[in-house]
């Protein structure tokens, strides 16, 4: 039974990737990502093993491990989001029972890239065990290695999933809005944490926080064999216990969610018969907007900024993300102008898929043959009056946080300038790389494979558009005072005039490539 | 509308070869075929929606691939399994269709209403369109084709899942459209509904035009439906398979 989930995991994979060469190379180029990550981390959880050295190992494989486990449970929330291949909904109509479901889709979820990358990093600290205890520790570290993995799996799709069934109902938004942004609150104390650390170099204090988390969940697996290792048998089966009742409370509440999920969205339909005033053209379009095809385009793409459960999650995301980053930074080193340049560009990677959120629905634009730059210049237009209000708050926040007022405009200037290059590079992307998302109610679920696309774009409209801005990043040092004077128009003026090359280049290609794109995101059935 | 030698692969299968269709100004043009007979992807190429392999689709005396923006002004399409923007409301939608077609705010306006007023979609209410039943969907599919008083009118399936008085309607108001001047060209595989409505018929079965022709000369003596599965070549039950049932 488990295994035919995992054959039809892998057939589903397979197909995905057939007749499709650039996501043969996406895949390829996965497969890599992931194999550089695990001989890295080999490597690394490897080394104090061969340097014979307790203390160290100590440390870096518990907090090494930990760090895995929290990026299980990070990573797709806020990058890659979640396989759903294997859709919950699809088997609601079988007989299976749910612990069959669970299980299988447990393992299936163990029968991917990241999974084996893991596995295989942290199989360095099989070795480093064995290296210092002999054969029982390794052989106790490599049950703590793969309940690890199981560990990581676990949390995130339960997480995911429970994220996901809130997000769906309207009703609970905004109290995930707020559990997610406590969430990422919490990587603040976090950094600030290891940021104190490091600055003290006070190695007892990390070797006592090591220590301590070595008997929460997030490190036990890890530490089991050292603990072996340095004669403390007795701790293995504490540990075991605390790992196990881990994953068993988490699979217990990922198959609560997963039973609400697979009701689908029957039951949420919403009452919204009221009756609104206003002729249908002021109904649509957003005041100030003018009523032509950009008005309508416009205020349409702003309404679904907020209407739709896939857009809306990666607004509040970014939302989090970057309020939260720049300032925490601000807060533990003084500057975050370095980080304000990435919350820029990651604005702007917001719209590397745009065209995959609506998916077929994008039929009515191409056969009321609408010109790219306008399609591109209205949507950049209805994604903007959410985030440039946002950008503007956080150069203020983060002027204001560390404690340099006078700089918020040329922080603002620089804000736009990378938001500007971001958008000149995400635009290209969207007309050019544009996936298919499934038809789920589901805010992170993406289609076999695309989660690795979604990510590669992501990361490379970033890169980019970091690179992009190497020369106002470089006007600013070197200009120092005068910068806080021409940073503002400065930034503005470069931003604007990339994004109108971008926008021109991207706005010719959809023109030449309107019935592929409409091909391209809409959804195999 | 003229097609000429269409021609669209998917991978290895050839969905549909080398197509002609003249749908002549000012008929009801019924495209009947087997599912998977390739309708949707015909259609899909005479409107610009997805890019055919060879030939040409011309409408109203435009070619639809090499001067786009002159012959999509003059038709409406109703798309089959390709979503709307369902997160607008009805009202929203209609608006929206209608200044992306370049139309002036007034006009929307008074166009809007009346439609929805017309296919009882109600002019004020807010529910979303993902929200809508099937055959509510299809109405206000059939208003965003309509909305700018196109001269040719290509809907594929527009009866599917619609309940009957809501396909009475429909009906109706095709049939006023085509006695105004208006063409349109629906597909289906629902025999009564091509028999009641139409003035022609196209017969398609795997990509390639099997019969066409005024619907007397389509049909003879017989009935649409005997001369379609004649045509398709389909089996018919003999009694001794599925003798478990």
Sequence with gaps: MVVGFVRLKVRLTVNGLRGQPWRMALFVAGVLLGGSFAVAGYAIFAIPGLLDDAPIAGMLLTLGGTAIVLGWLFLPLVFFGVDESLDPARFALLPLSRSTLIRGMFVASLAGVPALATLLATTGMVGTAVRLGGFLAGTVELVGVVLGLLLCAALSRAVTSAFATALRSRRARDLATVLLAVVAGLLGPIQLLALAGAQHADWDRIAAVARLIAWTPLGAPYSMGLDVAADQVWAVPIKLAVVLATIGGLLWWWSATLERAMLGTASSSRSSSAVRRGTPVSQLLLPLLPTTRFGALASREARYWWRETRRRASLITFSVVGVFLPVVLAVTSGGASGMLVFVGALAAVGLANQFGYEGSAYAANVTAGVPGRVELHSRVAGYSLYVLPLLIAIAAVVGAVSGRQAAIPSLVGMLSAAYGTGLAVVLPISVRGAYALPDTSNPFALSAGSGLAKGLMSFGGLFAAIVGTIPMQVAAYLLGDVWLWIGLPVGVAYGTGAYVLGSRLAGDLLDLRMPELLAAVTPNR | ?245
Aim: aromatic content about 6%; glycine content about 12%.
């Design chain 2, 1 to 245: 509308m003229s097609l000429r030698g269409l021609v669209k692969r998917f991978d290895r299968k050839i969905a549909v070869a080398g197509l002609d269709l003249d749908v002549p100004a000012g008929s009801f043009y019924g495209l009947l075929g087997p599912n998977g007979a390739g309708k949707t992807t015909t259609l899909s190429m005479a409107v610009g929606l997805l890019r055919p392999d060879a030939g040409r689709a011309m409408v109203l005396g435009y070619d639809v691939w090499t001067d786009p923006a002159a012959a999509k002004r003059l038709f409406g399409v109703l798309p089959d399994g390709v979503r709307m923007f369902d997160r607008l409301s009805g009202a929203e939608l209609l608006a929206y269709h209608g200044l992306l077609r370049g139309m002036d705010a007034a006009t929307v306006d008074q166009r809007s209403r009346e439609l929805l007023d017309v296919l009882e979609l109600g002019t004020a209410n807010r529910t979303l369109v993902v929200d809508y039943s099937a055959g509510m969907k299809k109405k206000i599919g059939l208003a965003c084709a309509l909305l700018h008083g196109p001269r040719l009118l290509v809907l594929d399936e527009p009866f599917e899942a619609v309940d009957p008085v809501s396909a009475a309607l429909i009906r109706d108001i095709l049939q006023r459209y085509v006695t105004g001047g208006g063409t349109v060209v629906v597909s289906s595989h629902v025999m009564e509904v091509v028999e009641r409505l139409c003035s022609h018929v196209a017969i398609l079965a795997d990509g390639a035009i099997r019969l066409q022709g005024t619907l007397a000369s389509v049909r003879g003596e017989r009935s649409l439906e005997d001369v379609f599965v004649q045509v398709v070549g389909g089996r018919t039950a003999t009694g001794s398979e599925l003798a478990w049932l």
